[in-house]
């Protein structure tokens, strides 16, 4: 078994308006009761342990990603992995002389890929009512 530590393996992902919510709940909060929601790591709110996180891109209207009914976001990150296309994992180029210096030679290094979820029924989305 590996030591603790790194990223943790479920996330929960909102906008401003709930996290900052929760942060009031967690501040508001009877330090005498035991500690379901709690602050974990880098003063995150979390509950039972899993963190949340709040994303700018559900936030804000001007963003393509805009929901205003507020969603909260569960993720496994455990069900999800990268693929990449046959023949496109890391594809280098030959080199090249770089431009106003002699003795520079450049090589690129070129990926495609996409993020795949293995297990979607693991994941949910939940809307403030």
């Known amino acids: ?19 900052e919510a929760a942060q009031q709940f967690l501040d508001a909060r009877n330090d005498n009761l035991s500690d379901l929601a709690g602050t974990g790591a880098k003063g ?3 509950f039972k342990g899993v963190p949340l996180q709040w994303i700018p891109e559900l936030t804000h209207s001007t963003q393509d990603g805009y929901d205003s009914a507020n969603p909260l976001y569960g993720v496994n ?5 990268f693929a990449f296309l046959k023949g496109k994992d ?3 180029t030959k080199p090249q002389k770089k431009d106003n210096q002699h003795n520079v030679r450049v090589v690129h290094v070129d990926s495609s890929c996409n993020l795949r979820c293995n297990d979607r029924r693991q994941n949910f989305v939940l809307h403030v009512a």
């Open 1 to 19: 078994p590996q030591n603790g530590g790194g990223d943790p393996d479920w996330m929960f992902y909102t906008t401003y308006s709930v996290y």
């Open 44 to 46: 995150r709110p979390t």
């Open 77 to 81: 990150w455990n069900t999800m992995d």
């Open 90 to 92: 890391m594809v280098r």
